[in-house]
């Protein structure tokens, strides 16, 4: 079993839904990333997270630390989301443990 | 300010080769950390560099290696090569080690990544 699970591992959305990727783990951690990956490979760091919540423009960022879940939406979603969004856990020993991402895809 | 840069951006290499890949981090950022992104294992954590000294290593075997220079530049060296090592490897810079303070996280900066292809 994966320390980091994602779900889902595929979505598929009209523009102007609420989209909602999630992720949970099973080891302690200090921090949890989000990250968004374009065709291509490029890599954007969207959250780091140790406790509540976080929003940036039209996208938001929960953990619950009690739980080991982590939650990220999208809202107003738009083509130009479409990506890989990859959660990263940072472990107590340091190391960073990444999941298997989700690829959304947004149609207009 | 210019951002996470790595060179080259595409290498093609034969099997028992090896290879040095380069990142230089964004200006004033002394942390450099290397992953590893392939389709079957996804990203994967190589090791990361705080001062020219290796800081944090992932799991990879001991032909996996590199260093970090004073001016905080990184390179990423990999011997005896094989096909399971054709991947992306990025490189990503902080402005302190391991991306995260107690009380005050700093983000990591990724680079484009150079894509290697072991033939």
């Known amino acids: 079993k994966n320390e980091v699970e994602q779900s889902p591992q595929n979505l598929t959305a009209q523009e102007g839904e609420f989209i909602t990727i999630n992720c949970s783990y099973s080891v302690g951690i200090s921090a949890l990333h989000w990250l968004q990956q374009h065709p291509g490979g490029g890599i954007v760091s969207l959250f780091m997270l140790s406790s509540g919540k976080k929003k940036h423009g039209r996208l938001i960022a929960t953990i619950n630390i009690q739980e080991k879940h982590s939650s990220l939406h999208i809202t107003a979603s738009h083509p130009r989301d479409s990506a890989v969004y990859i959660c990263?856990?940072?472990?107590?020993?340091?190391?960073?443990?990444f999941g298997t991402g989700t690829r959304l895809q947004v149609f207009p | 300010k210019a951002g996470v840069t790595q060179t080259p951006r595409y290498l093609i290499k034969t099997r028992g080769q090896q290879v040095t890949l380069s990142c230089s981090p964004i200006s004033g950022h002394r942390s450099v950390s290397w992953y590893q992104q392939t389709p079957g294992q996804g990203l994967q954590f190589l090791f990361e560099y705080f001062s020219e000294t290796q800081r944090n290593k992932g799991n990879f075997p001991g032909r996996f290696s590199g260093r970090q220079f004073s001016n905080s530049r990184s390179e990423m060296n990999v011997s005896t090569l094989e096909l399971g090592d054709s991947a992306l490897y990025l490189c990503?810079?902080?402005?302190?080690?391991?991306?995260?303070?107690?009380?005050?996280?700093?983000?990591?900066?990724f680079g484009p990544g150079t894509r290697l292809t072991v033939t």
């Open positions: 990263a856990v940072r472990n107590n020993t340091d190391k960073l443990i």
């Open positions: 990503a810079s902080s402005l302190r080690r391991g991306g995260f303070v107690l009380g005050s996280p700093y983000e990591q900066y």
